[in-house]
């Protein structure tokens, strides 16, 4: 593995060689078997993906590692030589689905990048000093497609290989094979529901989150923004395995955009369900979510009654059209003119512990565009900081004590073949020195009320922190 600064422009042509395979073995086996290899990247793993992008992805022993740290200049110049290093030859056609990764990139982007986007003061306090972009670059790739229950072997043929595409496609049919041996212990489920907060500290107690929400209130108030993403970031002790955790989030809080990534240093395991960027045949999409409600396990009663409240709360769907508006506003940098569309308008989804309100815009891109030009145009999120987005992101610097780091940043892949799929890094747990830290929040209005504010940060929580109880 090299870890590259990309300073020169030489490219690598590479050509994607594939192999379908129908296997019994079980995805946790897989992601267990992975867990032990060096760099380990597995995006899904669990049965949600079909309900949203179609396909889990396990990949380890990167070729090559893009890091760029707080401090350093020009991320996006230097992000963008990283991703014109490597060219597909020419484009794999076949019965190769669409819109799948087939080699390429994945990692995660902090939010603090924003600041290299737009002059934000710089407040916080950056404690767990991780890197603000960490990208691998991937050429061997299992992927399993839960719609058709099959999966895909891809290899990229590169300039500088020292092994051929056979021998790739064969050493990742073998780890299939071995991952058919490989037993997992299925964990305690635990009482979500009931789990209380003792024990677990916080960036901020309680009368000071209620302070900061009532300054934000004023903030609205004054006319200086309409709505801020306010989070707390709680900590705990961990000694467990990272990839103990990843399994149990997804057998009792699985979700469509679940993250795995294995850094060394540090560990994340993200359960989001939140997609930020898909980028499909020069079409991009972005899915944000506002409004949250608890659902609570086997109560179809209750349960029927939150989602009624989040369906007809005028302040929820206040919240929502705010931030399709933000992200619509977001993609005219980009995209075609009248091309962008809701596609999907405002629906309330049910998720193992939570109910949700999302919409989906999307629009077809300019010719000229590249990926980071996207990136700079949305990120980070409307639906984590607020609108306007740099009024938001001010306020946000002001209230909160510690640096977001990768929460509401964002985790996914980049393919070489211009496909992307990113999350917004939400209900995401980074461990690291043996300490978990889960960061949360909700959207503050002129209305909110502060201690209904509080229990929503709880809420979103409490699958997150159930887990580091139970895998302790």
């Not at 060689?17 to 078997?33: A, N, R």
């Not at 769907?317 to 705010?322: G, K």
């Amino acid at each position: 593995m090299t870890l590259t600064t990309f300073t020169s422009r030489q490219s690598v042509k590479c050509t994607v060689h594939h192999k379908k395979i129908t296997s019994s073995v079980k995805l946790e086996s897989l992601s267990e078997l992975f867990s032990d290899f060096h760099s380990v990247s597995i995006l899904g793993g669990n049965a949600a993906k079909s309900q949203a992008d179609r396909f889990s992805y396990w990949a380890a022993e990167p070729r090559e590692v893009f890091v760029f740290q707080t401090g350093q200049q020009q991320p996006f110049e230097k992000l963008q030589v990283a991703l014109d290093k490597h060219k597909l030859e020419k484009p794999h056609v076949g019965e190769l689905p669409k819109g799948m990764f087939c080699g390429g990139w994945i990692g995660y982007f902090g939010y603090e990048l924003g600041r290299y986007i737009e002059q934000l003061p710089e407040r916080t306090v950056d404690d767990l000093k991780m890197p603000l972009i960490r990208l691998c670059f991937y050429d061997k790739v299992i992927c399993y497609d839960h719609r058709n229950k099959v999966f895909w072997l891809t290899v990229l043929e590169m300039d500088d290989d020292t092994e051929l595409p056979n021998e790739k496609l064969a050493f990742l049919e073998n780890l299939l094979l071995k991952a058919e041996t490989v037993s997992v212990r299925r964990p305690a489920c635990g009482q979500m529901d009931e789990f209380d907060f003792n024990g677990i500290s916080s960036n901020m107690n309680k009368s000071r989150y209620l302070k900061a929400v009532e300054r934000i209130k004023r903030y609205i108030y004054d006319g200086q923004v309409y709505q801020v993403n306010f989070s707390q970031r709680f900590e705990s002790k961990f000694n467990g395995r990272p990839v103990d955790l990843f399994q149990w989030q997804n057998d009792y809080n699985p979700s469509e955009y679940a993250v795995y990534i294995d850094a060394g240093d540090f560990v994340i395991v993200s359960a989001s369900p939140e997609m930020f960027i898909t980028v499909r045949n020069r079409f991009v999409s972005t899915k944000p979510i506002k409004g949250t409600r608890p659902r609570i396990k086997n109560n179809s009663a209750v349960n029927k009654l939150y989602f009624d409240e989040l369906a007809k709360s005028e302040k929820e769907q206040a919240e929502l059209n705010m931030i399709i508006d933000l992200e619509r506003n977001d993609l005219a940098r980009i995209c075609k003119p009248g091309t962008r569309n809701v596609i999907q308008p405002r629906t309330i989804e049910a998720y193992p512990t939570v109910f949700h309100a999302v919409a989906t815009v999307a629009g077809e891109l300019k010719d000229e565009v590249t990926f980071c030009d996207i990136f700079k145009a949305m990120f980070p999120g409307g639906s984590i900081t607020g609108a306007p987005k740099i009024s938001a992101m001010e306020i946000i610097d002001e209230t909160e004590p510690t640096a977001r780091g990768v929460y509401t940043g964002s985790i996914g892949f980049i393919g070489i073949d211009g496909t992307v799929c990113l999350n917004i890094a939400i209900r995401t747990i980074i461990i690291k020195n043996k300490r978990a830290y889960i960061q949360v929040g909700g959207g503050v209005v002129a209305d909110s009320d502060a201690e209904a504010e509080w229990q929503e940060t709880l809420t979103k929580a409490r699958a997150l922190v159930a887990g580091l109880e139970i895998i302790k």
